[in-house]
C-alpha cells in the first residue's frame, strides 16, 4: 500500500480542490480561495489528511513553471497600448511607489529587517489577476474604462514579477558584494535571453513547424512541454529562477504562429497543476498560527490596503481619470496577487523571510482576495453619489482637459453618445459615413485629445452626471445612445437624460434582466443586449447556409422578435 501513498494524496487533494472551488463558486467567491481554504483543511497543521507535503510542493512547482510559461504566451502589447499612457507609466508609478512605501511600512509600522522590508514591499506590490480578471468578467466590465485600466497595470505587474524573482538571490547580500553579484545576475540573465532569442528566431519555427506537420496533438503538447521545462532547467543550471526560464520561452512562442495551438493545448494541464499549487500554500497555512496572531494579520491588511488604494487612486486621478473610475480601480487592486505567493517561496529558499512571515502574508493575502468583490460592489453602488457630492464640492472637473474648458457642446448635435469604446466607436463612425451630426461624452482622457484632434464635439466628464448631461444640447437632441457596458452608469444616465428632455428618444446597452426592466419603467425607447443580438445573427446566417431565402429569414426573424421581448430572454442578474 505504501507505494500508492503519492496516488492517493493526490486523489485527495484533486479531490478536496474540487469541493473547495464548487463551494467558493456558490458563494460567489474565486475558486482560488476555495483552493486555499481546503488546503488549510487537509494540511497537517489542521486534519492532517495528506501526509506527503514534500510531494504536493514538488507537483505544484510545476504548476508555477506552467503558469509562467502561459504568462508569457499571452502578455498582450495591445492591451498596454489600449489605455495609453496610464496602461504603461502608470503601472510603473504603481509598483515603484507600491514597493517604497511598503518598504517604509514595514520598516517603522511592523518592525521589519531591512531585508524583509523591501521584500515585503515586493510582495505586496502585485494584484490578483485571476481574481480581478473573473470579477470583471462576471460583472460584464472587462470594456469598462475602470476594467481596462487594470487589465493594463496587471499585465505589467506580472512583467514585473519576471524581474522580481531574477533579483530575488540578491536579497542578503553584503553590500560590498552586491555589485559584482548583481553584474554577474545581469550577465547571467542577458546570456541566457540572448541564446534564448538565437534558438526562438532559428531553432523553435523549425521545430515545431517539423512536429506540426506530423499533425499529432500528442506530439505537439509533447514538443511545448519539453520546450517549457527545458528552458526551466536551463534557467536553474544558469542559477537564475525556473519561472523565468519557462516566461522567456513561452514570450518568444508568442511571437510564432503556433502560439495558439500551444495556449490551447497546454491550458487545461496547468489549471490542473496550478490547483495543486494554490492548495499546497493552504497546507502550509496553521489555523492555530492564525489565532495566536490575528492582531497582527488585521494589522498588515490594513496597512496593505490602504497603502494599495490610495497609490492607485491617486495614479489613476493623475492621468486624468474621474473620482469614479479611480475609486474603482483602487479598490479593485488592494488585493495581493497569486505572484506574490511565487515570490514568497522564492524568499524562503533565499532565506530573505521564514515560515511565520509566509503565514502572515498567506494569511493577509485570503483575506485581502475575500475583500475584493464586496467592496467592488459597494463602490460601484455608491460611485453615483460619490460623483455627484465630488462635483458639488467642485473636486471634481468634469469638463476639463489640460488647461482646456468646455462649456458647451460646439454644435447641437442630432445624435448624443455616451460611451467612446469599441462599441462607440463603431457607431460614431457609421454616423459620419451618414453625416449625421453627433457628439461624444466620454470619461477617458486619450479619447477625448483623440476627437478632438478630428474635430468632433465631444465633452470629457461622466454622462451619469447629470451636470454634465446638461451641457450636450439634449434639449434638442433626437436621439441619446449609451454604449457604456456598466449597468449602473447606463441607468443613471437614461434617468437624468429624461428629466432635461422627456421627449428624447433613448437606445441603451443592457445585459441583463434586472437592468433592462428598470430601464424600461424609466422610458428608454430601445434596448440593445450584445449578446442578444448575436444570437439572431447566429441564426439568420444559418439559416441562410442551409439554403432558405433570404426574405423568409428576414420575415422569420421579424416574428420572433415581435414575439419575444428582450428583458424577458436576457439571464438573471443584479443590478
Partial sequence: MAGFDPVVNIAIVLVAALIGGLIAHRLGQPVILGYILVGIAIGPYCFGVVKDLALIEHLATIGVVLLMFTVGLEVSFGQLRAVGKVGVWGGVAQIVSTIAIGMAAGKLLLGLSLNQAVFFGLLISMSSTMVDFKLLMERGELDSMHGRIMIAILILQDLAVVLMMVGTPLFGTPFYRLAPVFALAIGKTALFIGIAIALGLWVLPWLLGTVAGVRSRELFLLTVLILCFGAAFATYAFGLSIAFGAFIVGLLLRESVFAHQALAEITPLRDIFATLFFVSLGMLLSPKFIAGNWALILEMISIIIAIKFAICFAITRLFGYT?????????????IGEFSFILAQAGI???????DFYSLIIASTVVTML??????????????????????RGQDRPLEIGDRKEKSAASIPDVVLCGYGRVGRNIARYLEELNVPYSVVEIDPEAIRELRSRGIPCIYGDASN?????LTGLEKAKVLIVTYPDPVPVISTVKNALSINPKLKTIARVHRRREAETLRRLGATELISPEYEASFEFLNRTLLNLGWEKGRT??????????????RELPEGEI
Fill in 554 to 567: 428576414t420575415e422569420i426573424l421579424a416574428r420572433l422578435r415581435q414575439k419575444g421581448e428582450i428583458s
Fill in 349 to 355: 529558499g533565499a532565506g530573505i523571510i521564514n515560515y
Fill in 466 to 470: 447629470r451636470q454634465v448631461l446638461s
Fill in 323 to 335: 473620482y469614479q473610475t479611480a475609486l474603482l480601480v483602487g479598490v479593485g487592486l488592494t488585493q
Fill in 371 to 392: 475583500l475584493t468583490p464586496p467592496l467592488l460592489a459597494l463602490v460601484s453602488r455608491l460611485q453615483l453619489k460619490l460623483g455627484r457630492l465630488a462635483v458639488d
